[in-house]
């Protein structure tokens, strides 16, 4: 079955850097699009970086240039690097991937960017 496993997250002050990683298993990786979310406490899950199978990247434009999606098939992870973090990015992020049809979600990492 498909699973994905979020981790990296944490406390950091506004200006600092973190780099989430989702470990994936059950499906192909090297084929698959992949993809981060983040969802703020009040606010509707928002999509924040894509990355292809071909590794071609798109970015929500609230994180265009500070954000990175990158994604290593030989570990079947994809990574998220986060710099010059501000408390508005703040959130819970999620990997996510669509296979055969279906989202899935992994549990999810808890970011806080805080003074």
């Known amino acids: 079955q498909v699973q994905l496993v979020e981790s990296g997250g944490g406390l950091v002050q506004p200006g600092g850097s973190l780099r989430l990683s989702c470990a994936a298993s059950g499906f192909t990786f090297s084929s698959y699009f992949m993809r981060w979310y983040r969802q703020a406490p009040g606010k509707e899950r928002e999509l924040v970086a894509v990355i292809t199978n071909t590794s071609n990247r798109n970015y929500a434009q609230s994180v265009e240039g500070r954000f990175t999606i990158s994604r290593d098939n030989s570990k079947n992870t994809v990574y998220l690097q986060m710099n010059s973090l501000t408390p508005e990015d703040t959130a819970v992020y999620y990997c996510?991937?669509?296979?055969?049809?279906?989202?899935?979600w992994g549990q999810g990492t808890q970011v806080t960017v805080s003074s």
């Open positions: 996510n991937v669509i296979h055969l049809g279906r989202m899935y």
